[in-house]
């Protein structure tokens, strides 16, 4: 079983920086495909960043890459998510998963955490 729990959401203006973390219980960063996935009102959840097995190869969505970071600290059992250049765009509840394939799809990941809420002002 694994559990997640995220934290460092808040509100920022826009072209401000937020880390999300997610606390992981029972993997780690490099043992277990881990992704980030985020929620708009109205709208469906979509993949943001997404490690495959071994965490050596991080993909990102193309609306964040250059802008976002995914890294992990196995040590702390913990995977964060360095949020820079914020667009009002990128407001949503932010949700960190695990799963087996760590693919772009959120259906195939098995374990969710709460969600965190990111809030950019223009």
């Known amino acids: 079983q694994v559990q997640l729990v995220e934290s460092g959401g808040g509100l920022v203006q826009a072209g401000g920086s937020l880390r999300l973390s997610c606390a992981t219980s029972g993997r780690t960063f490099s043992s277990y495909p881990m992704g980030w996935f985020r929620q708009a009102p109205g709208k469906e959840r979509e993949f943001v960043a997404a490690?495959?097995?071994?965490?050596?190869?991080?993909y990102y969505a193309a609306s964040v890459k250059g802008r976002f970071a995914m890294s992990g600290d196995n040590a702390k059992n913990t995977v964060y998510l360095q949020m820079n250049s914020l667009k009002p765009e990128d407001t949503a509840v932010y949700y960190c998963?695990?799963?087996?394939?760590?693919?772009?799809?959120?259906?195939?990941?098995?374990?969710w955490g709460q969600g965190t809420q990111v809030t950019v002002s223009s």
């Open positions: 490690t495959r097995w071994g965490g050596s190869t991080i």
């Open positions: 998963a695990a799963g087996p394939s760590g693919s772009v799809f959120s259906t195939t990941y098995n374990y």
